[in-house]
T-cell receptor, first 113, second 109 residues
Framework: DVKVTQSSRYLVKRTGEKVFLECVQD?????MFWYRQDPGLGLRLIYF???????EKGDIPEGYSVSREKKERFSLILESASTNQTSMYLC????????????FGNGTRLTVT | GQQVMQIPQYQHVQEGEDFTTYCNSS?????IQWYKQRPGGHPVFLIQ?????EVKKQKRLTFQFGEAKKNSSLHITATQTTDVGTYFC?????????FGTGTSLTVIP
C-alpha cells in the first residue's frame, strides 16, 4: 500500500519564520504535489514536480518554494511565514501517467501567529 | 484560467435519502477523478472516468462523465452514515489536475 508521510501533523509558527514542510513517499512515484486546503476553496495546487530537481508552479506559488533533491522527498518552504498562510497543507504523489490517482499524506495543519 | 466548479457546497440528508454532487469545468477535460475525504482525514481516490458519456458504479455510488467531457456527477443511493465526508472531483486538463471546491455531505441518522 502506498504511503505518503508528512513530517508534522500540527505546526505553529510565528510571522516571519522560515518553515519547512517535509513529504516522503515510498512507492517510487515520479510525480509529487503540494496543495493547500481551505474551507470553501477546495484544494489549490502550490507546486508540483515530475522528476528529481524539477519543479513547476501551480496556481498559488507566491510566498512558497519547493525542493526535490531525491525522488522520494518533496519539501515545501515558506521563506517568511505570514498569517494568510495558515492552512491545511497536503502532499500527494502519483505515477507519471496522466491517469494515475493521487495518493495523499495525512496533511499538516499550519498555524502562523 | 481553468476552473472546476462543484455544487452544492454542503448537503444534509436523512439516512436512506439519495445524494448527488455535480462538477462543471470551463474547458474540456482529459479525465476526471473522484475523491472522498472523511472528517479529519485526507482525500482518498474513489474512481476515474476517461471516456465521453462514461458511467461507472461502485455499490451504491454511480459516477458519470458528460458527453462533452466538461461535467461529471456522483450519485449515492440510499445514503448511510458511513457516507459522511467531503467529495471532490478532480479534472485533468493539460498536465495538471484541477480540484473542485468539494461537497460536504452530512447524513442524519
Amino acid at each position: 500500500d502506498v504511503k505518503v508521510t508528512q513530517s508534522s501533523r500540527y505546526l505553529v509558527k510565528r510571522t516571519g519564520e522560515k518553515v519547512f514542510l517535509e513529504c516522503v513517499q515510498d512507492m517510487d512515484h515520479e510525480n509529487m504535489f503540494w496543495y493547500r486546503q481551505d474551507p470553501g476553496l477546495g484544494l489549490r495546487l502550490i507546486y508540483f514536480s515530475y522528476d528529481v530537481k524539477m519543479k513547476e508552479k501551480g496556481d498559488i506559488p507566491e510566498g512558497y518554494s519547493v525542493s526535490r533533491e531525491k525522488k522520494e522527498r518533496f519539501s515545501l518552504i515558506l521563506e517568511s511565514a505570514s498569517t494568510n498562510q495558515t492552512s491545511m497543507y497536503l502532499c500527494a504523489s502519483s505515477f507519471s501517467e496522466g491517469n494515475s490517482p493521487l495518493h495523499f499524506g495525512n496533511g499538516t495543519r499550519l498555524t502562523v501567529t | 484560467g481553468q476552473q472546476v466548479m462543484q455544487i452544492p457546497q454542503y448537503q444534509h440528508v436523512q439516512e436512506g435519502e439519495d445524494f448527488t454532487t455535480y462538477c462543471n469545468s470551463s474547458t474540456t477535460l482529459s479525465n476526471i477523478q473522484w475523491y472522498k475525504q472523511r472528517p479529519g482525514g485526507h482525500p482518498v481516490f474513489l474512481i476515474q472516468l476517461v471516456k465521453s458519456g462514461e458511467v461507472k458504479k461502485q455499490k451504491r455510488l454511480t459516477f458519470q462523465f458528460g458527453e462533452a467531457k466538461k461535467n461529471s456527477s456522483l450519485h449515492i443511493t440510499a445514503t448511510q452514515t458511513t457516507d459522511v465526508g467531503t467529495y471532490f472531483c478532480a479534472g485533468l486538463a493539460g498536465n495538471q489536475f484541477y480540484f473542485g471546491t468539494g461537497t460536504s455531505l452530512t447524513v442524519i441518522p
